[in-house]
């Protein structure tokens, strides 16, 4: 598998402060604000966060965004609590797939997800397949617009995870 060099748009490197050397937007990893320009923050692909760049966490980080937007815009202090929340199907081939969640500081845990009794995390099987095409609609029509979804929330749920010791 080749994975090539990834950057940002190339925007960025024509302003001064704006990014760092591969053109993706510094901001801080926890409220998302720009660590010099306070009215610039950045989600998704163009940040410079130590995240995934996955779609869920564009969702997350914007629900902070939206938050702490309007908390700058009241004089209010920045929520500084993204914990770099990721949550993927990953598709392992003949239609099978695989859930992963984690987030800055927890590697993906195998155990269950969003509690004991959920789904199983770090197993190969066609169920996640088929929960992966599933989740296309609620997404779409649950989430996107805005509208709470159980167990899909912006912290990464504790409860279910099973903790390897060294
Ligand atoms: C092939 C592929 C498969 C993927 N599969 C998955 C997956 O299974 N699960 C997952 O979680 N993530 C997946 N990802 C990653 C996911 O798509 C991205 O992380 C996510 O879309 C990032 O969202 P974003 O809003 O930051 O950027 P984008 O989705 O890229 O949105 C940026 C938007 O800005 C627009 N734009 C750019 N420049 C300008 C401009 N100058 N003016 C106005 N608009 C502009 C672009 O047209 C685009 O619509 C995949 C990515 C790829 C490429």
């Not at 950045?42 to 130590?50: R, Y």
């Not at 912006?154 to 010791?165: D, F, L, S, T, W």
Request: glycine fraction near 12%.
């Amino acid at each position: 598998m080749v994975v090539p060099l990834h950057g940002g748009a190339a925007y960025v490197g024509r302003s001064e402060g704006l990014g760092d050397e591969l053109g993706f937007i510094s901001v801080d990893q926890h409220s998302l604000q720009h660590s010099d320009r306070p009215e610039v923050f950045a989600i998704g692909d163009a940040a410079d966060v130590p995240a995934s760049k996955a779609g869920s966490v564009a969702h997350f980080e914007g629900e902070k965004l939206a938050h702490n937007i309007g908390r700058l815009l009241t004089g209010e202090p920045l929520d500084a609590s993204y914990d770099g929340h990721a949550n993927c199907f990953v598709e392992t081939g003949f239609h099978k797939a695989l859930l992963i969640d984690f987030n800055y500081d927890t590697e993906p845990l195998p155990g269950h997800f969003p509690t004991a009794m959920g789904l199983p995390l770090l197993k190969e099987s066609h169920a996640h397949h088929l929960g992966k095409q599933a989740f296309e609609w609620p997404y779409l029509h649950s989430l996107l617009p805005g509208r709470e979804l159980p167990g899909v929330g912006v912290e990464m749920p504790e409860r279910g995870k099973r903790h390897i010791r060294a």
